[in-house]
């Protein structure tokens, strides 16, 4: 079983940056395509990002395309996903999930099956 952190929230200024990190235990995480899905308060869950596990292909949501990316390093266990220009309309809690593939397009919830806990993402001025 995989066991999932994500880790660098907080808060920022509009058109700041932050850099989620999502690390692993119990597993090694190349084996997994890994996506990045974010909540905000009285919406559903949406996909954001997404990297293949071996070639490293991404995918992205349409409203974060451009000023996301998302990036993994094996010998660390980790994924990332570089936020610039950040918005408003970001905020969330970010959570970072495993599938065996991303599909096409954003990444889809029914794929994924080990999740993280969550690290609240707020921009505001």
């Known amino acids: 079983q995989v066991q999932l952190v994500e880790s660098g929230g907080g808060l920022v200024q509009p058109g700041g940056s932050l850099r989620l990190s999502c690390t692993a235990s119990?597993?090694?995480?190349?084996?997994?395509?890994v996506g990045w899905f974010r909540q905000a308060p009285g919406k559903e869950r949406e996909g954001v990002s997404c990297?293949?596990?071996?070639?490293?292909?991404?995918t992205y949501a349409d409203s974060v395309k451009d000023r996301f990316t998302i990036s993994r390093d094996n010998a660390k266990n980790t994924v990332s996903l570089q936020m610039n220009s950040l918005k408003p309309e970001d905020t969330a809690i970010y959570y970072c999930?495993?599938?065996w593939g991303c599909g096409y397009g954003p990444p889809a919830y029914s794929d994924f099956h080990y999740w993280g806990q969550g690290t609240q993402v707020t921009v505001s001025s």
């Open positions: 119990g597993s090694s995480l190349d084996l997994y395509a």
């Open positions: 990297i293949t596990s071996s070639v490293g292909s991404t």
């Open positions: 999930a495993t599938a």
